[in-house]
Each structure stands twice: as C-alpha cells, then as structure tokens.
C-alpha cells in the first residue's frame, strides 16, 4: 500500500471547485477526516518582513515547515512541507503550499526514513497541478540531505551545541507530562538540525512517534511535542499557558532549568553520530513493550554495558533493577549480560547478591563463584572498616566457598593495619575459616608491634580490648605470633620491656603460651601482679618454681611489691606458698627483715605478727632471716607463750631485759600483754613491784590504767596489785604517780569498810601514813551518821532545775 498524497493551497482550481484555499488534489481514498487534520496542520503565516515579496531569493529565505503528528491509535500518520510561494492565482500576498504525506510507516521496515530525515526530500512539491487527483507514492519517501555525520557537523559549530543533553531531557519530560518544547533559532534550517539530534539520540521508535513542527508563526497555540520558529516571531507564552512550554531560545541562549533526564545523559555520552548503530545494539534487550521513554533507559544501559562503555551509580543501579525483574530475556543474552555488567565494576553487596541470583538461574557456576567471592571480601571489609552495616559472620561449610573466603581473607590480611587485622581475625573465627598456620603468625606478630608501639603513648582502648581478647582466645597462632614479637622486643629493649608489656593486655596472654619462654614467663607474671595484686604472691611463687637454681631475691620482690616492703598481712599471704627449698639472697632476706621491724599500732596486727613469727620459726624458713631477726622471731614466739601463762619470774626477766630497739614483735608484746599479765600474776606484790619497775614508762603506765579499773572492786587480785603499786611507788613517774592517786582515791572512796580494814593491816608494813588514813576512813563508814546520809542520799529526789521565767522589775512599785 503507497503513502497517500496531498496538495494545499491557494489556487484556482480544486476539490472545492472555486478558487481559495482548498485541496488542489489529493489521492483516492483520502478521508475526510485526514483532511481536516492536514488542513489544521498546515495553516502558515511568514514572517512579517518577508510578507510582501516575491523575490525568488526572499521566499527561498523563508522558514520551511516540516511537520509531522503520527496520529491518534487507527488514524493515518501525516507529515507535511509547507514552504511560503508570496502571491496567489489573484496576486494576493500570503499564500502557501503544502504537500502532505498519509499513511506513513512508523515501524521503519523497508528502510523508511525517520519523520524528521524528509526535511528537503525531493519527494516534496511546492506547485498545483491541473488534475484534482494524484497518485499514491509506490514506495517510501526519500530522505533530504539531513544526516547524524552532517547534524553532529551543525552542532559543533553552533555556539550552543552543548545544550543538545538539556534539549533531549526537556522533550522525554514533554513526552511524559503532556508538553510542549520550543525551539528558537535563526532558520527553519538550524531547528530542523536541532530536530533531527534529538530524533537520533531517541530511541527510533519513540522518535517516529515525536510530533514536531520545524516553523510556526503561532507557536503558542500548538499541542504537537516539539515546535520550532525563528525570532521574528513573537512568542506569547502568557500566565495562563507558560507552564505547558519549556522554551529553548537558541539565539540567545536562554534555555530553561530541568533536571537532567538519566536516558538524556547517557545518549549524551552516546553521541549523535553513533546513536543509530547504538539503538540497533538494543534489539537484544526490548521486550516490545516499552511505551514510556523510560521504559527504554534500562536497556539502552544494558546495551551500554556491552559495549563496554563505563557506566555510573545510578546506571548500574537502574540495569540491576531491570535485569531481577526482567522475563523477556533469553539465558544466554541475560548470562551475558550479567557478565558483562560485573566485569564493568565493583558492585554493592545487594547488587552483587542480585547478579548472583541471576547467574544461577543461567547456570553460570563460574560467575556464581566469582561473585560470592566478591560478596565474601565485601562483608570482610565491611567489618575491617568496623561498618554499623557489616552482617554477623557465619560458618561457610561449601568447600568452594570456603577456599575463595580463606584465599582472600589472606590477600587482604597482609595488607591491612593492626585495628583492621583484628577485626579481620574475628570475622574469619566466626566464619570458621582454617588460614595458613605461618601467616597468621607473622600478622599477629605485626599486630603485637605496632599495640607495642601505641602503648608508649597511650593505653590499648576499651572496645579494642575486648576483641584482641575474642582474637586471643580463638586462635592460639595469634598468640604464638604474639610471643614471637614479644621475644623480639625483650631482646632489643630489654630495659624498656617491662614498661611495653604493662601496656598490653594480660588476658591476651596465657601461663602455657610461654612455656619454652622462662624469661618472657616471669616477664608475663610480674605484669600479671601489677594488674591483678590479688595474685601478686601466686605470681611469685610460679616465678620461683620456674627458677633453677631457685634462689629468691631482692630485685623480683621490688618488681611485684614497688612499695618496697611487706605488711604482715602480705607476708602471712606469702611465706607459707614460699617452697621450702629457696634460696633467700641477702638483698631479700633484708627484705624479711623490715616485715619485723614495722610498727605494730595494735593487737591486731600483734597477731598477725606473731602469727607470722610462728611460720618463720621453722627449721627451713629460719635459715631465711639474718641472725638478729632470728632472734627477734624466736624471742617473739618464746615471750608470747611465756605471757600466755605468767610465771613472775618470767614476767621479771621480759620486763628487765633491753630487748634491740628494731625488734617490734618483742616491745609489742611488752607494750600491749605484759601489762595484762602483770596483773593476773600470782605473784608478791614484791615481786610484782620488781616488774613494775623494771618496765619501760609506757608499759607501767598501761599496767596502771589496768589496776585503776579493776580498783573499784575489792578481791585479792586487785589487792595484791594496789599493794604492789604501792610498795613501788617511791620509784615511779610522775605520771605513774598520778595514776597510784587515782588508784587509791578509788579503794578509798568505794571499798567497804571490812575490805578496807584487810587492805590497812596489809599497807601498814608498807606506808603507816596511808594505813592510818584508811583506817580512818574505815571508822567513818561505821558511823550511824555516815550510814544514815547514805540512805538519805538514796531516798533525796532528784533536785529539779528552776524554772526560767520573766525576770523581775527592779524598780519600786514593779511588783504591783
């Protein structure tokens, strides 16, 4: 079937059988309606300076209009040349011609040129003729001189060239939103350029479907989607109208502001001059049922991507979209292009996984390998990062899987710093990954160096911490890696090793890991006491043990005890775990010696003295002390059981002895016991003055306040004592003396007067004054007057105080 054909203008023959405008001939079997549409179509206007010529060079200079509407859904697809001729048949300016084509092929079969590509064809007619009908045209209509080589020439020589990716976005958002684009430039000719880029960037079948119009004198009144004028014309977009444009002024460059359409920019990329053979790529990918210019972005892009153009984020994330959602495609154009898209560049862990799904629908095993793998080092370095969006790792069973994840994990070990490496090293334990046995080693001796190294300016973080300890704890090669540095730095720092390792943590670390490691061991021990001093004496005894010859010394003691010396407490803690075997060098036996020659403040620490005394006496132990605290342990432990059962003779000679000044257990127990033995001695009062005597002034003084507390009550100890005081108490201190008073005003005051009269018959011999005054006294306690104030002492009520009231006015007449 031919293209129907169809002249109008203004003449003086034609269908409407008078002259005027009207169809000077058309083919048969045109419809009315074809014919109204054309009629609307063609109107023309030229613009105002070129109105009134018809020079041939004037009308040649006017605007041709190329226009094209592809019809409404079973109308006939018209384009139309409409060119200005100046008079008509009765002189008149402003007349026309316009030849018209119908039923022009969209589909582009047989090599029919794209609507725009009939600007200039020689199929066009610009005279009537005589005869009121015209034949079909056999065949398609041949293109004029437009081509994408000649509209790429016109572009790069139009000082707007680069608006041509804003000119594309602005006619797919007219085809989506139902507007209309217009172009202004100095010719009909350059619009038709301008026309012709964008129906070779768009995709052909939406470009045979683009209605356009290269000239109107009313631009403003048209719907078609792309119009073009020149800038004679002017342009009235009122209020009312304005928002259905958006207008390229191609003279002056004024262009409107649109967000730049994703299809628009990557045909941009594309160019003209390869567009066609672009689109012809795309075949593989339409399914047929594109109808929005969208619809056609995925597969351009997949097109793309096999052409191996790089594409960018939103491209590849629009192809993947596409591609999980996409039925139309055969296995093996999806296969390739999958393929093609994961060689083109590194993808997300969700497009990825995408891509994977995709492979094993196609069955492409490699590719399902290769993008796991990938997958695997994402998530691998996801957590290297410390990734809040890192997933929780877990055991990977597949064989294949698991040799890609442990090929990589190493790759990606070597080349990471010690935070990342440990993070890494979590991640393999929880994904059960079995690493070569000599890199992990070597990569937690670079991590122990370089938290070595940290710990000289500041302390290992908390949250590191506690992931170095998870890395410890599952893998013993990091611990051997660890020893192997550590042994490095004691040999190159051995002065500064100490204050390195207290830096580390110690949980990383185990007893066992050092066991061919003596001297790291005990390095590691006296670390271990410093963080945890309630295992200072298990430190030190594991340090002893390890020892050959076993030999315990000052220096050890000074690292787990920097304070320098033993309380008796922390002594009591240590001696007993001390193997009996030791060897106790001179700088360590001094260190015994200071336990003994701390002040004792109290019976408390008394005990733990003696306690500790009572350790030291055994054979092995002993031999530890130098010969004066040997003394002073013996003599300690001897005087103790002494006081514990008085004998006076005993009390005489640890009250008369000059016991060394340094031997505190000794002048503790004369201080804090002898006073009390003193006075539960069964003793003289002789003999017990004799001991009074023989005590230092602190110790009488502290026997003293114990007789003047249990002076109150009259028994034949207190007895014995107060008379011992007494027969001693022309050689006391005046302190002493004050006490003896006090002691005595007590028996004097309280003591009946039948204890008193004993204690007067046993005083005499010794003082007759102080006999008689308790005599006397005794005498007066008999007395009816004595004994009655006492009773009347007893019944007298308590006196009450006066109340407080108003003082008194002490003026005469107040009282009135």
Known sequence: MGLQQMYYTSCER????????????????????????????????????????DDPADLERCPVNLCFV???????????????????????????????????????????PLPIELWSSPEWASHPVADTRLPELPGPPRPGPLSPAGVDRFLRGHPYGDRLPQLVSAVLAALAEDRTVLVIDTSSTAVAHWFAAVCYLLPPPVARTLSFATYLSRPERSRLRLVGTVPEIPVGLGPDIQDAFHVFDLVSGRSPELPEHPLARLLGRVGVPTAQTFWSWTDDYVSGRERDPLDWYAPAVAATVSGGTSLDDEEVAALVGWLD?????????????????????????????????????????????????????????????????????????????????????????????????????????????????????????????????????????ERLRAQLTRVATDWPEFREGMVLALSGQLAEQPHHFPELLRGLPGELLRESDLEHHPVLREHHLIARAEREPARTAESLVRVLLMREPCVLDGELLRKLWPSGRWTHEEALEVVPLLPLSVQVDESAAKWLETVFARDIHDSDELVLCLELCGLMTSPNRIAWLPRDTRGCVENAVRIAELLSRPRASGLLQVAETRWPALWQPVAALRRQRLPRALLECPGTPQEIARVLLAMGERTALGYLDLVCRAAATPTSQSLRNILAVVTAQRSVSTSQKELLDRVLDTVEREWPPTDLDVFVADVRPLDTGLAERMARRAEQRRTPWYKKSKRADKRAPKTRAPKRGKPKDPRPGSEG
Do not use: K
């Open 325 to 461: 959602v996409c039925d139309h495609l055969p296995p093996d154009v999806l296969a390739a292009v999958t393929r093609d898209l994961y060689r083109q560049r590194r993808l997300s862990a969700d497009q990825l996984t995408v891509l994977s799904r995709i492979a094993r629908t196609t069955r492409d095993t490699e590719l399902v390998e290769q993008i796991q793998g990938e997958l695997l080092e994402t998530e691998m370095r996801r957590h290297m990062a410390d990734d809040p969006a890192a997933a929780e790792p877990v055991p990977i069973r597949d064989p294949v899987l698991r040799r890609q994840a442990t090929a990589r994990f190493g790759d990606l070990l070597r080349d990471c710093d010690d935070r990342q490496a440990v993070r890494l090293l979590l991640w393999a334990s929880a994904a059960r990954l079995d690493p070569d046995h000599d890199t992990l080693v070597h990569t937690s001796a670079e991590i122990t160096r370089a938290l070595l190294g940290r710990t000289v300016t500041a302390r290992v973080d």
């Open 14 to 53: 034609g269908l409407t059988g008078y002259a005027g405008y009207q169809f000077n001939a058309v083919s048969d079997g045109v419809s009315a309606e074809t014919l109204r549409e054309v009629e609307a179509l063609v109107a023309y206007e030229p613009p105002q300076s070129l109105v009134y010529s």
């Open 70 to 112: 592809p019809g409404a859904p079973g109308e006939t697809p018209v384009a139309a040349c409409v060119r200005y001729v100046g008079r008509d048949p009765s002189q008149r300016f402003g007349n026309y011609f316009a030849h018209a084509l119908g039923r022009l092929d969209l589909t582009g079969a047989g090599g029919t």
